[in-house]
């Protein structure tokens, strides 16, 4: 049940997978997580890292502002999203998920034969450190080992930095819109 949307010819990856711990660009120590639908603490750290988020940074409407917003948008998103969370210290400082294209229950539990739309988010302060890469790759790579294989997403023209992130991992331009970029990224072997 695969949407319209082009795709690259070639598979991208492999990517690695989370639990991973990284130094990024500035010797911080950083863990990459993948929590199971936010279990545990993670939906609270997640909730708190998008409180201090700069509103001037948010794309197309999200994360969206306040704590009773944010948390009703994850939750929303938290049961069919795959998700994995960057730490610094035990805080939240990054986020990344992968939000399925489809409303069929069936479709989401066999992941290989849909589209998935990918958001990603990092704290300023952590911005310009390679965080979004590491991110990035390890959503990528625990979306793999779950058997997703196309992911798309948009991106405001202008945003020249997200657009080289995108590409460095192997996304390819496949449309634009008026403000927006249309790319995609195919993964391992196409069903």
């Known amino acids: 049940m695969v949407g319209s949307r082009q795709y690259p010819d070639e598979p991208s990856g492999p990517f690695p997978s989370p639990p991973t711990t990284v130094e990024d660009r500035e010797g911080r120590s950083i863990e990459i997580r ?7 603490d993670a939906l609270d750290d997640v909730v708190e890292m998008y409180v201090e988020f700069d509103p001037t940074d948010r794309a197309q ?7 009773d917003r944010i948390r009703n948008w994850l939750e929303t998103i938290a ?20 939000v399925p294209d489809s409303d069929d229950p069936d479709a989401i539990a ?3 034969g849909i589209e998935w739309e990918l958001a990603i988010f990092v704290l300023q302060a952590y911005q310009q450190a390679g965080i979004g890469t590491i991110l990035l ?51 391992g072997d196409d069903d």
């Open 34 to 40: 993948a929590p199971e639908a936010f279990a545990d």
């Open 61 to 67: 409407g999200i994360p969206p502002t306040g704590e």
């Open 79 to 98: 049961e069919d999203s795959v998700t994995v969370v960057a730490y610094h210290d035990g805080d939240a400082i990054g986020h990344a998920m992968l």
């Open 110 to 112: 066999e992941k290989s």
């Open 137 to 187: 790759e390890n959503l990528l790579g625990h979306a793999s080992d779950l058997g997703i294989r196309r992911v798309w997403l948009t991106v405001e023209r202008w945003n020249n930095p997200a657009i080289a992130l995108y590409e460095r991992v192997g996304f390819e331009s496949t449309g634009t819109e008026s403000f927006e970029q249309e790319m995609a990224i195919l993964l």
